[in-house]
C-alpha cells in the first residue's frame, strides 16, 4: 500500500516561494518504473498538471510550460520523498496542491496514488 | 496540448440507474493511455479506470471504461448513493498531461 504525505505551509505571500514536500511510504522514490507528479485544483483551472520528476538511470524532470521558468521538483533519496518548489507566486497560484504517484506495474497496468492535497492560498 | 472535453457538465439521476460519461480528445490518445477518476468533496482523486477500460484495483465491476482514438467512456450501472461525485477524464498519452473539466453526478 503506497501512501503519500503532503507537506508544508498553506499561506504564502505575493512573490515569495512556494515549497510543498511529498513523503513516500511503500515505494521508493528510485523506482525505475514509477514517476512523481504536481497537480493543482482550482476553480479557475480544474486539475493542472504543473510537472514530474522520475528515474530511469539517471534522474528526469518534465515541466509544464506555464511554469517552466518558476518550477522546480527535486527528488530526496535519502528521505523518500519529493518536493515542489514554485517561485514569485501570484495570487493566482492559489490552489489545492496535490502530489500524485504514477505508472506501470510489471503486468502493463496503470497506477495513481494521490497525496492528501494541500490548499495554498497566495496572500499578503 | 491534448485538450479532453468531457460531457454533460451535470447529471442528475436517482440510486440504481445507469449513466454513461463522455471524453472526447482533441487528438488521438495513443496507447489508449486514458483514466477516470472520481473525486468527492475535500478528497483527491481516486483512480477507477486506467488505460482506458482496466479497473483499479479495489474498484467494483459496475464502473466499466471503453474507447478508443479520440472517444472514451465510462459507465456506471445501478448508481449506489456513495458513486454521486464528480467524474473526470485524464490522457497520460502526451505531456502535458491534460485532465477534462469534470461530470457531476448528483442526485435527482
Known amino acids: 500500500q503506497v501512501q503519500l504525505q503532503q507537506s508544508g505551509p498553506g499561506l504564502v505571500k505575493p512573490s515569495q516561494t512556494l515549497s510543498l514536500t511529498c513523503a513516500i511510504s511503500?515505494?521508493?522514490?528510485?523506482?525505475?518504473?514509477?514517476?512523481w507528479n504536481w497537480i493543482r485544483q482550482s476553480p479557475s483551472r480544474g486539475l493542472e498538471w504543473l510537472g514530474r520528476?522520475?528515474?530511469?538511470?539517471?534522474?528526469?524532470?518534465d515541466y509544464a510550460v506555464s511554469v517552466r521558468s518558476r518550477i522546480t521538483i527535486n527528488p530526496d533519496t535519502s528521505k523518500n520523498q519529493f518536493s515542489l518548489q514554485l517561485n514569485s507566486v501570484i495570487p493566482d497560484d492559489t490552489a489545492v496542491y496535490y502530489c500524485?504517484?504514477?505508472?506501470?506495474?510489471?503486468?502493463?497496468?496503470?497506477?495513481?496514488?494521490w497525496g492528501q492535497g494541500t490548499l495554498v492560498t497566495v496572500s499578503s | 496540448e491534448i485538450v479532453l472535453t468531457q460531457s454533460p457538465g451535470t447529471l442528475s439521476l436517482s440510486p440504481g440507474e445507469s449513466v454513461t460519461l463522455s471524453c472526447r480528445a482533441s487528438q488521438s490518445v495513443i496507447n489508449k493511455y486514458l483514466a477516470w477518476y472520481q473525486q468527492k468533496p475535500g478528497q483527491a482523486p481516486r483512480l477507477l479506470i486506467g488505460g482506458a477500460s482496466s479497473r483499479a484495483t479495489g474498484i467494483p465491476d459496475r464502473f466499466s471504461g471503453s474507447g478508443s482514438g479520440t472517444d472514451f467512456t465510462l459507465t456506471i450501472s445501478r448508481l449506489e448513493p456513495e458513486d454521486f461525485a464528480v467524474y473526470y477524464c485524464?490522457?497520460?498519452?502526451?505531456?502535458?498531461?491534460?485532465f477534462g473539466q469534470g461530470t457531476k453526478l448528483e442526485i435527482k
Open positions: 500524485l504517484r504514477d505508472g506501470h506495474d510489471y503486468s502493463n497496468y496503470f497506477f495513481a496514488d
Open positions: 520528476t522520475y528515474y530511469r538511470s539517471n534522474w528526469y524532470n
Open positions: 485524464h490522457q497520460y498519452a502526451a505531456l502535458p498531461y491534460t
Open positions: 511503500g515505494d521508493s522514490v528510485s523506482n525505475n518504473r514509477a514517476a
